[in-house]
């Protein structure tokens, strides 16, 4: 078995969920302590995600106008910047490490996506 095992099919499963998590968790946290931004970010990054997901080429995407490389590297891009926030925004206490937490999860998932399948005639 490969070690990149999240295929595209895994990969959309999880996309709504994150979603709506990143939407609420924020409220159910109580994040922005450190900085309002550590709220906002999260929410406004939520509504993204969604977005990117109803307009991503997989099963799940409800529009599929979005190539399935480019939301990778769209999430790849978020990743790095929710592992950065802390330092760029001045995020402490809970609201470093739910960017911490999350910006690894999302690298550690692309990194453990698995390459596409080339169509074969």
Known sequence: MSVRFVTRTIHAYLDYPVAVALMALPFVLGLGDSNPMA???SVVTGVAAFV????????????????YKFHLA??????LTFL?????????GIDAIYYWL????????????????????
Do not use: C, K, Y
């Open 84 to 92: 950065a926030a802390p330092s760029l925004f001045g995020f402490s």
């Open 102 to 121: 999350n910006g690894a999860a999302v690298v550690a998932v692309i990194s453990l996506s698995a390459p596409e399948q080339r169509a074969t005639a």
């Open 74 to 79: 769209v999430d790849l891009l978020v990743g």
């Open 39 to 41: 709220f906002w970010l």
């Open 52 to 67: 990117l997901t109803v307009l991503t080429d997989h099963h799940l995407g409800m529009w599929r106008v979005l190539p």
